[in-house]
């Protein structure tokens, strides 16, 4: 079964350091890729996302992630954080197998980033 | 917000009872999943439905099940609570038919079983 593992599950750091959070998945086959971002409190919300193409894809609030297809990653990174972005952040992967995996998303365990001022 | 609504937002209960959980949304998308939030497992997939009356198993089903006699409703139920059912619930909708499409979230729904 599809696996996704965050390396990651607390992320300490300051204002204006950079950040990068890991994830790879074990599926073996053709996926689309996924950041969800959780605020405290909030429901989750999409960062990116990766279906095809350009392996290097950004998103809301200055965050992108790089499709090492090789290394089956799929890293979230920022240039340089802000107090608002403490939150817990998800990867997910979805299968493309057949083309009827019903949209199904695998979700790593998720890693909590607290940002310092 | 996607349209979608979760009800109840809270719900304190005993273990045995039973306890449903209703997600609404209101622009008639196909695909409905309900997944629970745990610490260290992230989100994990316990039905998904992709029509009315048409579902199936995610990954943690067990003790749970679902229905959906109306698209814009999708209900899970826990027919007899345990309390390693306290978790966040979290209902999803895929817009459209596209295989690409993103996920969206409603705001969750937090059960606490005693």
């Known amino acids: 079964a599809q696996s996704v593992s965050q390396h990651n599950h607390h992320v300490i750091l300051s204002e204006a350091a950079s950040l990068e959070l890991g994830c790879n998945y074990s599926y073996g086959g053709t996926v689309n890729l996924f950041w969800y971002v959780q605020y405290p409190g909030q429901h989750l919300q999409l960062l990116l996302k990766?279906?095809?193409?350009?392996?290097l894809v950004k998103g809301i609030k200055g965050f992108e992630a790089e499709f090492i297809k090789s290394k089956f990653s799929f890293n979230l990174r920022k240039p340089s954080v802000q107090w608002s972005d403490t939150a817990e952040y998800f990867c997910a992967v979805k299968e493309r197998a057949g083309g009827t995996s019903y949209g199904k998303l695998t979700f790593g365990q998720g890693t909590i980033l607290t940002v310092h001022p | 917000d996607a349209g979608i609504t979760q009800s109840p937002r809270h719900k304190v209960t005993e273990t045995g009872t039973p306890v449903t959980l209703r997600c609404h949304q209101t622009e008639n998308h196909r695909y409905m999943y309900w997944y629970r939030q745990d610490p260290g497992h992230g989100l994990r997939l316990i039905h998904y439905s992709y029509g009315v009356k048409d579902t199936d198993k995610g990954e943690v089903s067990d003790g749970y099940s679902v229905s959906r006699s109306k698209t814009e409703d999708f209900l899970l139920t826990l027919e007899s609570a345990t309390s390693s059912q306290t978790s966040v619930y979290f209902c999803?909708?895929?817009?459209?038919?596209?295989?690409?499409?993103?996920?969206?979230f409603g705001p969750g729904t937090r059960l606490t079983v005693l």
């Open positions: 990766y279906f095809s193409g350009d392996p």
């Open positions: 999803a909708i895929k817009p459209g038919q596209g295989v690409e499409n993103e996920q969206f």
